[in-house]
């Protein structure tokens, strides 16, 4: 892999609740976790830096849909990844690639938040956020994985690009929520320019 020292690896909300089982499960979340964690196994060293990014929920507002209504999934959406539960857990198929992990961004605790660069992280003690932390390791290029492909992938591969990176999703590495947005995001993404691979 050429220039692989600016090369990052971003994985995006391989969360408990966005897999099957969880709150807000998309189908094939849980195997997206279990190759994540073989990509990272095989391929980790071929990255200069690795990121994870986690939805994590204390009070988002209307992001989550009001107790006793029903969400409309575009705007309002079910509990999800609240602070303090399993939910906001990372899959027990990803944990064995955590440790190859160099920061966690977290994101959304009191408002909606689908990129990963609205997250921040406070490793070595400081807080930060991705594009800063990304810039500081020297990296162009990103690869993107996770869930969910037509929301929090698509969100945070669009702002990558916004900020200046080469940006690829890898696109069996990820799960969608429904055939027709994940199709409109991959429209999206590669009108912004992010690779589709």
Request: proline share 0%; net charge negative; with cysteine.
């Given at each position: 892999m050429a220039d692989s020292s600016a090369l990052a690896l971003i994985i995006v909300?391989?969360?408990?609740?966005?897999?099957?089982?969880?709150s807000l499960a998309v189908a094939g979340g849980t195997d997206v976790a279990r190759r994540i964690a073989g990509l990272v196994a095989e391929?980790?060293?071929?990255y200069a830096a690795i990121a994870a990014t986690a939805d994590w929920h204390h009070d988002p507002g209307s992001h989550w849909a009001p107790a006793g209504t029903e969400p409309d999934y575009r705007d309002s959406w079910p509990v999800h990844c609240?602070?303090?539960?399993?939910g906001e857990d990372f899959h027990d198929e990803l944990k064995p690639a955590l440790p190859d992990v160099d920061a966690i961004f977290r994101k959304g605790h009191d408002s909606a938040a689908y990129?990963?660069?609205e997250g921040m992280t406070d490793a070595a003690g400081e807080?930060?956020?991705?594009?800063?932390?990304?810039?500081?390791?020297?990296?162009?290029?990103?690869?993107?994985?996770g869930i969910a492909t037509d929301h929090c992938v698509r969100a945070t591969a669009l702002d990558a690009a916004r900020a200046g990176f080469d940006t690829r999703v890898l696109l069996d590495l990820t799960a969608g929520v429904a055939p027709e947005t994940t199709a409109a995001a991959l429209e999206e993404m590669r009108a912004a320019g992010v690779s589709v691979a």
């Open positions: 909300d391989v969360q408990n609740d966005f897999c099957e089982g969880g391929s980790g060293a071929g609240k602070v303090g539960t399993g990129s990963g660069f807080a930060k956020g991705l594009a800063e932390w990304l810039r500081e390791k020297e990296i162009r290029r990103v690869d993107i994985v």
